[in-house]
Every structure is written in C-alpha cells, then in structure tokens.
C-alpha cells in the first residue's frame, strides 16, 4: 500500500488522495503507524488534532471534503441512522480508495454508504484470502492485478515452509459436526448478545468440551514441555536464538486460563527438570535440559485480547469467571517510558516475551518474524484459517519452517477452504491443478530429514567413510574418537567435500 501510494505520487499527474480502510481497531492503528515509520508522511503533533486519523463519524465526513494526501479510518464510520440515506460527499474522481482484507465488511451495507460519499473515487483491494468461490471481491473491486501463491512465496524465500502437526488431547475429542458456523461467530472477540445467545443455545456442548480443566491442563502441559525445544534456531554463525509462540484460543476467557496454566505448568515442569540433570549421566541429555531450564526462567508471557467497555465492566466480567484481567490489560494499554507496548516487545527477535495467548487480535495482519510455532485450539475455517497459520511463515536468519500443533482438529478444514481457493483460481490458471498447499503434515519434516541424513551416508561412502561405523561401534571412547579423526580428515582435504 505504502509503496503504491508513493509511486502514483510520484508518476501520475494529478492531486491525488487516498484513504485506506480497515475493519480492525489494531490493523487501523497498525497500518498507520507503518506509514509514519517508512516516511510516507511526517508524523502529527500529538498534541494537536490528527488531521490523517478522523476521530469520528463527523469528522471522517469533514476531512472527506477537503484535500487530504492521506486518511485512514475503520469501514464503521460510514454507519449512519437507521431509515437515512448516506450523503454525497464530494465528486472528486482523484480519491483513491485502499481497502485492506477486502471481506464482507467492504461489500454491503457500509460499503455502499462509501461509495455514496465517494462516487467518483478508484478502488484497489489488498488481500491475502480474497472470496473466490462466488467471486465477490472480483466482482466489487475488478479484475485481479496481482497473484502470488504460497508456492512462489517459499520459493522466493519470502517466507517459510509450513508444517502442522494433530495433537488432539486425549480428554475428549470435539465432535466435528458440533463446529457449523461456531467458526464463524468467534472471529469477533466482542460478540454481540445475539451472537451470545446463539453460542450458548446451539454450541453449549462445544464450549464446555473445549473448556473443560483437564483437557486445557493437557494443553498446557503439552505446551510447557514442547516449546522449549521447538522455539531456538541456530544462525549462519552458529549462534542460538530462541524463537516466539502464539497460543490461541476459543474465546478471552480461556486464553486468561490458558496463560495463568501454562505459568503454573512451566514452574512445575522446571521442577522436573532440575531433578533430571541431577540423574542424568548422558551429557547431551544434561544439556538440553539445562537450556530448556535457562528458556523456560528467561520466558516471559502475556495475553492479548480486545477490551469491550469501559475497564471497570471488563474487570466484573473476568471476575465472575475467577480472573484478574487488569494485569494484562496494563500491559497492553500502557506503554514503558520508551513509549514501548507489548506488541513492540513481541516483535523484538530479542526480547524475553515469547509467547503471547490470543484469540482473535493478531491473528491477521499481525507480522512477527520470530513467530515460529501456534497452538490452535478454536474453530477456524475459510480465509480466518489461512490467515492465522500464515502468522507462523514469516522469515528470520536461522528460521527454517513454521509449525502449527492443532489441538482442535481445525486442519479438517484446510483442505476444504483450499478448495474454494482452487475453484476460483483455475480458470486464470488454465484448468490446471492447484498444487498449492499451505500446510504440509509434519511426517513429511521428518520425511525430508531421513532423506537427508540417507543422502549424507552415501556421499560419505563415496569418498570411502562409512559413517554407520562410528554409529555402530560397540565401546565407545577412544578407538571411536581415533575414527571420527579419521574420517574428518579426509572430509577437510577439499573444500568441496566440506561443502
């Protein structure tokens, strides 16, 4: 979007304006942050009114009047009354409207109320889940200009292979023909009272299946005990750096539970630990448990949820379910005397907040290169799906693939949101098939090692070292050792048998 922007600036004649558009408080405030920090525009006074950032409906109508470079707003502030007609608000044909996730919100209602205001503007649409089965998004915003699949992602090395592993807790299993659109009415953190009615009449046996302390006890168990070892990659240099995780969950509530768990799991498992390096005589095992220790001690965690009415409301509401939410709201609200928050201290490679418990912020949108692992535990399907596992394909040196453990099931739903994605992309690829997949099962990791390490054997063989030798000798010590010598030796007598 940005470097669009600047190019029509800078290579079409004309006064051109543009207001992009979202339907997130979190993206809105991301994608303009994103701007100011590539120089886009220089950044308002704080103090003065943000004449890039309408405050509210009246304003957006104002601001739409004059000639601005640059506005950004939510698709929601073109909500009107009930029974009114949406003014005209200029007839200017140099408006140029960017539309970020072009999804249902940009289709009716509310995006008409925009094209009302703006009858002469141009319209460009941003996606990564476009709505091909019926072909909404080609409809409403024209042909498609650009295509770039997962495939030609990975091979470019724009972002990682991804590879997802089934770990449903062995507590109880959720019924498939229990999810419906239960999918749908969860992307919303803040669900309406109809929404919450019709989740508690016709999902009652999902959400308490889904709640239930001895299965998350499972998941947190689980979680405790993998990500230590998962989340640490090793650069060009040899230097070892550990990676970041997103744990996501059905609703706000469980994701609280799901963080206060994992810290009640992770001092435990620390407990464990400490007694096997003390038993331990095999000094690799030592080792790998004396890191997992150190990462585990050095972790810090949080949860990120949206707030629905004022702090003292959100706190009653965690209340009544046993749970202190002000904590993490602090966190998330307030930043540290660098004007730091905890997604700046997320996204730094660096920093000690690792893993973050969400529900539906961050899932879109949301770029964490040091993401490298997600445990999904809540329904998701179509686009929502697709977007969320990408949160775990974004490159980082040392960063070979992403992992996705599904506790839920929800790669059930893979194949058929691929689906739609075929249909709509095979006549613009000429009837032929979409190999195209996301996602491949871990099985095919552990595939590509064996293959790997077979490779390595037979190479070896033919500069005459038989590694199974070494692997195979029966006391280990110095004739071992002597060996290894040997065969390192003839390995460095070329720089081609190094590489």
Partial sequence: MIFFSKKVHRKVNGNWSFLIITDRKDLDGQIYRNFIETGTFAKPDDKKENFYRPANKEKLREYLQLNKNYLFTMIFKFGIEKGKTYPQLT?????????????????KGLAENMRIALPNAQFIAFTGTPLLKNELTKDKFGEYVSEYNFAQSIEDGTTVPLYYKKSVPKVEQVNQDLVGDAAAILEDENL???????????????LQIVRRDDRLNEIAKHIVQHFPYRLDVEDDEGNRRPMK????????FTAVKMYEKVQYFAKEEIKDLRRKVISERNPELKLRYQRAIKFIEETKMAVVISQEGSDKDEQATFKKENLDIKPHRDLMDSPDDDGRNIEDYFKNETNPYRIVFVTAMWMTGFDAPAVSTLYLDKPLQNHTLMQTIARANRVIEGKKNGL?????????????????????????????????????EFEELLALLEQAIEEVKTYCKSLGINIETILNYGEKGFKEIELFQDYANIILTKDDYKR
């Fill in 91 to 107: 007839d200017r044909n140099n408006w140029i409207v960017i539309v970020d996730e072009a999804h249902h919100t940009k289709y």
């Fill in 192 to 206: 309406s009272e109809e929404q919450k009615m019709k989740l508690d009449k016709e999902y009652s046996t999902l």
């Fill in 245 to 252: 995780a997103m744990v996501i969950s059905i609703d706000k």
């Fill in 404 to 440: 996705i453990i599904d506790y839920f099931g929800v790669f059930r739903n893979l194949k058929k949101a691929l689906a739609d994605y075929a249909e709509g992309t095979k006549d613009r690829n000429q009837g032929q098939e979409d190999n195209e997949y996301p996602a491949k």
